[in-house]
């Protein structure tokens, strides 16, 4: 071999090298392309999404900018425009403060919850500084892809009183669909129905019972009652009424044969607004705790001659006894559902079991002095939590019993039309509440403040909460409608706030 | 020739060749054409840093080489979960290398190497998935090692250097998983430590066996880079908690482990050399990465977890005539990374690496060597699964990394 071949030879090694090299910069993870993404058979051309404060992207007691932002309609609208360009638009607020002005004056709403220290360095939830800048009295010129209205019922979105500024101040209308109505006397079934959507998402009836149950259940549970105009603004729906409105609403959203996501509705129960707090949050020592049983000892004795008296029964004797220990204590309540014992100067007390909640906005009460001059009325102790303080037991089946109506109602309904799919957001939240949620790159809890799912308002998820749940509707529409969607990671989305 | 060398330059003037862990393999132009291997050989100054015992046989009464790496190294991720990504953006790495090596007389030679075995520099985009691990490291530590070789008689040599290493790191990341302040800015910290040094030993021995064939064997101790008292910045830190986390100091160990290389040198003939050289190193030294914190900050503990690793290597080198040498190795790469702790700080698996080089002789004292490489990474699926949310619940990062590194360099050596 000459030096010349030699030569030859290494010189075309070194330059097949070389070109590796250059291949090497190439290289790539495989994954899918966006060459892969597709509809499938749905159409995304007019995506309206219908709902209440969930799907407006409402979080931290307010709907602000950041919130909307990072709703999941928004999510997944921005998902599926890299399948099929869209535009998508939402009735977004000027500010990260939250609240409305009506006419300059603020209505009085919650600026959104951030943790801070209080005065003595505790950190907890507390509303940001700053001024409401978003005026309803300036109509928000749509249509709007997303209709979403916080505090809306499901009944409230056919009425036609519900964008009537003048309605505000008495309830009868909602002064965020105020703000983005596209006139007094529309709807929301009108204003987004009139879009003509190709798909659609439709997520209403949580607050049908939330907002009793946040209320501690103090108001009405309606069932029978077939009128909802009569309804306080903390009832529960008769789900009778809700199953006709649901029907209307999706008769009227699929007139024009839109395809469409159905999502039914969470247990309020799986949510850290009642399950932050727990029934025995008093801790007390042997003395404190027999100093409280003497002052209890005519009120247990009372109870002993109910019985006596054929008056209650042993059961409820039981269940009404009140002893406190050394350790961690029940709270002690007040329950209009006892046997009223008035007659016999008895208070209706009991202390909490598991089965009740304590709500997230009573735990600042619990603790306090009821009165301050007596050094014995401990709230939660020698004083009871009252009715709106606490949803009882009883309270807790009556909005299971509706919740399981209304599911039934949307299950149906998503069954009966191939057009229509289910996201089981019961489940998903379900999950999240008893071991949490993975998604890969890290995972969410229901723990509140802490977990990242929920927001300061225990009620609402965070940013990164509704990640998961656009997640979870990519899902849903891949496997109802044979398209190909790329996910977010929820990991890059926030979570609650810190000042 | 030109097309060779135009050809060269067009297509690697990026490129990169990192091994396991934050080891940066790069000591020698020469070297790196065969592989990387050199404890057998010592044919150039290079064996300083290779071999201090290959110092006694070189031919010239001195010897002077000088090289620098351009290393291009871009990692990929993707979570298949979550179907998104993130990219690094990280500058060019710049290794060097510089060696001297002087005879004495006929039995002691003394030299000086000046050298950068140890450094990492990774850029993720801010906030990305992963920005509770890492953000961005910059890592790099250089080497000064005084020289001398003896030699005992016309088959056996030491040598012994005694290394001064100083090093630096800068490092951030965001706190954890969701902290951001009243804005939604994620609260991050900035750890920067500069002029940290150590001390250690680089030993060697090597053997001709007959006129073929040669072996070495070297040691490096361990060196550990024990930053004390270096700054600690915190950046939007929510009001209620800025307190806590004041701008401080902090303290950190990060270990340079010790290599042990067996090498042997084959002559084919007179113009055809084969070296074949294994290094075990002992990165089981490096299990966590703990930075204590001179405030109220709780410790921050990042599980590592490294295993000991063997890098195979092999390499030959043809004289084609007086003027031009050509070379080509491979190296297998061991990583140190365990399943399981896959941070994304230097995510890679086990790496093949391909090197060629040349060396165009202009007289026969002075010298330019060219050496490219690159490595061959197969994307991997893996996780880091020890971090902590501040509630205790351990949060997996995980997903698929692709590492691609590869670089091109130049040296020039001046022997009389």
Redesign the interface.
């Known amino acids: 071999m000459t ?1 010349q071949k ?2 030859k030879y ?2 075309v ?3 097949t ?6 291949s ?2 190439d ?6 392309g966006s060459d892969s993404y597709s509809a499938g058979d749905a159409d995304f051309s007019k995506m309206v999404t219908v709902g209440d404060s969930l799907t407006a992207g409402y979080a931290d007691s307010a709907l602000y900018l ?1 919130g909307q932002l990072a709703s999941y309609p928004a999510i997944l609208a921005g998902q599926i425009n890299q399948v099929q360009p869209i535009t998508f638009t939402q009735p977004l607020v000027n500010d ?1 403060t939250g609240g409305l002005l009506a006419n300059g004056t603020s209505l009085g709403l919650s600026n959104r919850l ?4 209080d005065a003595e360095g505790t ?1 907890g939830p507390a509303p ?1 500084a700053g001024e409401p800048t978003t005026e309803i009295g300036i109509p928000a010129v749509g249509p709007f892809n997303n209709v979403g209205v916080p505090g809306a019922k499901s009944f409230h979105l056919v009425s036609t009183a519900y964008g009537d500024i003048t309605g505000v101040a008495a309830g009868s209308a909602n002064p965020y669909f105020v703000r983005f109505a596209s006139a007094p006397t529309t709807s929301v079934l009108v204003d987004a129905a009139s879009q003509v959507p190709s798909f659609f998402t439709l997520w209403i009836g949580n607050n049908d019972t939330l907002s009793y149950a946040t209320g501690g259940g103090v108001g009405v549970d309606q069932t029978g009652n077939l009128d909802p105009t009569t309804y306080g603004a903390s009832d529960i729906t008769d789900p009778n009424v809700f199953a006709s409105v649901y029907n209307s609403l999706v008769t009227t959203m699929t007139a024009n044969g839109a395809k469409g996501v159905l999502i039914n509705l969470p247990d309020v129960t799986s949510i850290p607004f009642f399950t932050t707090v727990p029934y025995n949050a008093i801790p007390l020592d042997a003395e404190t705790a027999a100093g409280v049983n003497a002052g209890f000892a005519s009120y247990n004795g009372g109870l002993l001659q109910a019985q006596a008296g054929a008056l209650i029964t042993e059961e409820e004797v039981a269940a009404r006894t009140i002893t406190f220990a050394a350790g961690n204590n029940a709270v002690l309540i007040e329950d209009e559902d006892l046997t009223d014992l008035s007659a016999l100067s008895l208070p209706s007390y009991r202390q909490a079991t598991a089965e009740d909640y304590i709500l997230l906005t009573t735990s600042s009460a619990l603790g306090t002095l009821a009165d301050p001059n007596n050094p014995l009325s401990v709230v939660g102790v020698g004083f009871p939590l009252n009715d709106a303080q606490v949803l009882t037991a009883s309270e807790v089946a009556l909005t299971t019993d509706a919740n399981e109506a209304y599911n039934a109602t949307i299950a149906a309904l998503a069954e009966a039309s191939p057009n229509l799919a289910l996201y089981d957001a019961a489940a998903a939240q379900s999950t999240l509440a008893t071991e ?1 949620i ?6 969410i ?1 229901a ?1 509140f403040a ?1 977990g ?1 799912g929920f927001s300061l308002d225990g009620v609402h998820p965070t940013e ?1 909460g509704y990640a998961v749940i656009a ?1 979870d509707l990519i899902d849903v529409i891949q496997e109802s409608f044979g398209a190909t969607i ?7 989305y ?6 | 020739m030109k097309r060779i060398v135009l050809l060269t330059v067009s297509c690697c003037a990026f490129g990169t060749a990192y091994s396991g862990g934050y080891r940066v393999a790069i000591q020698g132009q020469k070297a790196m054409g065969m592989g990387h291997t050199g404890v057998a050989l010592g044919e150039s100054a290079e064996t300083v840093f290779f071999n201090p015992a290959g110092m006694a046989f070189l031919e010239d009464s001195a010897s002077f080489t000088a090289g620098a790496t351009l290393i291009n190294s871009e990692i990929e991720y993707y979570s298949a979960d979550t179907n998104t990504g993130a990219t690094t953006d990280s500058p060019l790495g710049t290794p060097i290398g510089l060696y001297y090596s002087r005879k004495h007389s006929d039995q002691l030679s003394y030299g000086l190497g000046i050298y950068t075995p140890f450094g990492s520099t990774v850029e993720w985009p801010d906030d990305w998935a992963g920005s509770h691990l890492i953000n961005n490291i910059s890592l790099a530590a250089i080497f000064v090692q005084p020289t001398v070789a003896w030699q005992f008689n016309d088959r056996y040599s030491a040598g012994l250097g005694l290394v001064y290493a100083s090093g630096g790191v800068e490092f951030d990341r965001n706190l954890n998983t969701s902290l951001t302040n009243e804005n939604g800015d994620r609260s991050k910290v900035t750890l920067d430590a500069t002029g940290v040094d150590d001390v250690g030993a680089n030993l060697g021995f090597m053997a001709k066996v007959n006129d073929k064939v040669q072996i070495g064997v070297n040691y490096r101790t361990e060196m550990s880079l024990e930053a004390e008292g270096q700054s600690a910045d915190f950046e939007n830190i929510p009001a209620s908690l800025s307190t806590l986390f004041t701008d401080t100091t902090f303290s950190a160990d990060v270990p340079l482990p010790a290599e042990l290389t067996l090498g042997l040198s084959y002559k084919y003939n007179d113009k055809t050399t084969v070296a074949v050289d294994l290094n075990f190193t002992e990165w089981s030294v490096y299990e966590e990465l703990l930075v204590d914190f001179d405030n109220a900050v709780p410790d921050s503990v990042n599980a590592r977890g490294y295993k000991d690793t063997t890098t195979f290597r092999i390499g030959v080198q043809h004289h084609h005539s007086d003027r031009w040498t050509v070379r080509g190795g491979f190296y297998f790469d061991q990583t140190p990374i365990v399943s399981g702790l896959y941070s994304p700080d230097s995510p890679r698996d086990d790496t093949s690496f391909l090197t060629v080089g040349a060396t165009y002789n202009h007289s026969s004292r002075l010298a330019f060597d060219v050496s490219a490489f690159m490595g061959l990474s197969d994307e991997v699926t893996n996780s880091y699964d020890q971090y902590a949310e501040s509630d205790g619940t351990l949060s997996p990062f995980g997903g698929t990394y692709l590492s691609s590194v590869n670089g091109i360099g130049f040296g020039v050596s001046y022997n009389y």
């Open positions: 030096y030699t030569f290494s010189a090694a070194v330059a090298s070389m070109m590796l090299v250059i090497g910069c290289d790539s993870i495989s994954k899918p950041n990260n951030v943790l801070a220290a950190i940001i949490g993975q998604y890969g790159t890290g995972g809890t723990t802490r990242g990164r997640n790329p996910k977010v990671d929820p990991g890059s926030r979570t609650v706030y810190t000042n």
